[in-house]
């Protein structure tokens, strides 16, 4: 008998919470000689939950080189990222042609003259790009840290040129500076044409001021909402961004600095009095904020929150916010006592989206053209590049947990094949071939996916019951792998 897909899903939701619930028992082999080459390496509890949040889903190599040489020395490895060989990931990355242009290339090849912009190529391929890389990139401390800042410096993709900009943005502000210093990412990001745009400060001129820009720069990207700055020193940056403009015409797309917009009256910021100095000004105001201690807490505060717990320890904070101070921003400083101190300290996170999608890929071994996952990402709510307010993706549990059936629908179709453009062979990463048993079977995917394995009294049952409904021994054990993604015991780590 060949289940239905309403029958596999039926199934499948009947076994989903038993089968999460019991997955935590810390077994994570058998004997050497049952395991299949594929075989991961065995990590205790918190080593996997810290694998979890230093890359999109530990795949069995990653585990074993952690095994191998400690959480430390893999957390320098990874963050001398230059110095690790990613040529099969770029690879993957050239059939994208615009990931390389500048501003006025994509904006060439995506004017269709009497027909409009095309406003779909660019995004499409920056989207897949950035999936390709979260996916199968060896860089993976990288790869998050490049995910997190896009979320700081959040530009919604679709708003007026930002559909061409933000390529570019991406390239020259997010993954340049992704592990360099915050006083440069800040810095590339006020000078980034997208940012002027999705803020609307090529709107900003004198005697019409626009404060979107400013009040974010402040709020969002360096000071916090409660770093001790006032609406007048939102107003005074403002009149410091004015003339902060895109080209219109000749290197279209390219930042400029238009002095016939700018205001040119004494500014008081802060405390500061800044007297009229064109675009160096509002630079002037760049360098303070960046160096500020309400900068350094909010940094180190959202840092914690990503790789730690949604309520992060206030001590680790505060170490942290020091360390932002002493080393003037240096992101790689930061993020060793983020990690080395606060990862054996790290509560479950609920899996956003991408990471929740990029998980069960990484860690059955998936190959994808990254095309049909993004319309999955789309109905859980975190398509790249697709959130409309400049704060970014939420980064606490609470903000993803009312939208569980297009996760549903995607571990079940992932399992089943039924993503077009993506495939994985779960009999081969099992070796389910050589071994021709089940029950070592579930095992070994409930290891794989969780870090450890059911109780025999559980697997058993649920073999039992998926059994008796008619399924044959490879639905038998699609049905575990995809209610093992879908569950709680998956989703929460």
């Not at 061409?164 to 592990?179: G, Q």
């Not at 745009?197 to 969002?220: V, W």
């Amino acid at each position: 008998m060949t289940l239905s897909r309403r029958d596999f899903l039926k199934l499948g939701a009947l076994v989903t919470a038993s089968a999460a619930l019991s997955s935590c028992a810390p077994v994570y082999r058998r004997l050497a000689g049952d395991l299949p080459t594929t075989a991961w390496t065995p990590l205790g509890e918190r080593d996997f939950l810290a694998l979890q949040r230093l890359t999109f889903g530990p795949r069995v190599e990653e585990r074993a080189r952690f095994a191998g040489i400690g959480l430390q020395a893999w957390i320098e490895e990874q963050l001398d990222f230059k110095t690790i060989n990613d040529f099969d990931c770029e690879l993957q990355l050239t059939p994208f042609k615009t990931l390389k242009m500048a501003a006025n290339e994509i904006e060439g090849i995506s004017n269709q003259l009497f027909e409009n912009y095309d406003r779909e190529k660019a995004p499409d391929e920056l989207r897949r790009a950035t999936l390709v890389r979260q996916l199968y990139s060896k860089r993976q401390l990288y790869e998050v840290m490049t995910e997190f800042w896009s979320d700081h410096f959040n530009i919604y993709i679709d708003k007026g040129n930002c559909f061409y900009l933000k390529t570019v943005d991406d390239r020259e502000v997010i993954r340049k500076n992704a592990l360099g210093s915050f006083r440069d990412l800040v810095w590339a990001s006020a000078h980034s044409p997208a940012m002027m745009t999705y803020l609307d400060n090529q709107a900003n001129q004198k005697g019409a001021p626009n404060e979107n820009y400013a009040r974010e720069l402040m709020e969002l990207h360096t000071l916090g909402v409660d770093g001790g700055y006032s609406q007048q020193d939102v107003m005074e940056l403002a009149r410091c961004l004015t003339g902060w403009n895109v080209k219109e015409h000749f290197w279209l797309g390219d930042f400029v600095f238009k002095e016939n917009l700018h205001d040119t009256g004494t500014k008081n910021i802060l405390g500061m009095t800044i007297p009229n100095n064109g675009i160096k000004e509002a630079e002037q105001v760049i360098e303070t904020l960046v160096t500020h201690p309400s900068a350094a807490r909010f940094v180190a505060t959202k840092l914690a929150r990503r790789f730690i717990a949604d309520q992060p320890p206030v001590e680790l904070v505060e170490k942290a916010s020091k360390v932002f101070l002493t080393s003037k921003g240096d992101i790689k400083s930061v993020l060793r006592i983020i990690l080395l101190d606060g990862l054996p300290l790290a509560q479950p996170k609920y899996k956003r989206p991408a990471n929740f999608v990029l998980s069960a890929m990484r860690m059955l071994n998936v190959e994808t053209d990254a095309a049909g996952v993004q319309d999955y990402l789309l109905r859980m709510g975190q398509l790249y590049f697709n959130w409309t307010t400049p704060d970014g993706y939420p980064d606490r549990s609470e903000a993803w947990q009312g939208n569980l059936m297009p996760r549903w629908q995607f571990a079940f179709a992932l399992i089943r094949n039924e993503i077009g453009g993506t495939k994985h062979n779960l009999k081969s990463l099992l070796d389910v071939a050589s071994t021709g048993i089940l029950q070592d079977d579930v095992d070994s995917i409930s290891s794989l996916l969780l870090g450890a394995s059911m109780s025999n009294t559980v697997r058993d049952e649920l073999i039992k019951s998926i059994r008796s409904a008619g399924a044959n021994e490879e639905e038998t054990l699609q049905v575990i792998a995809a209610s093992l993604i879908a569950s709680p015991a998956f989703q929460w780590r």
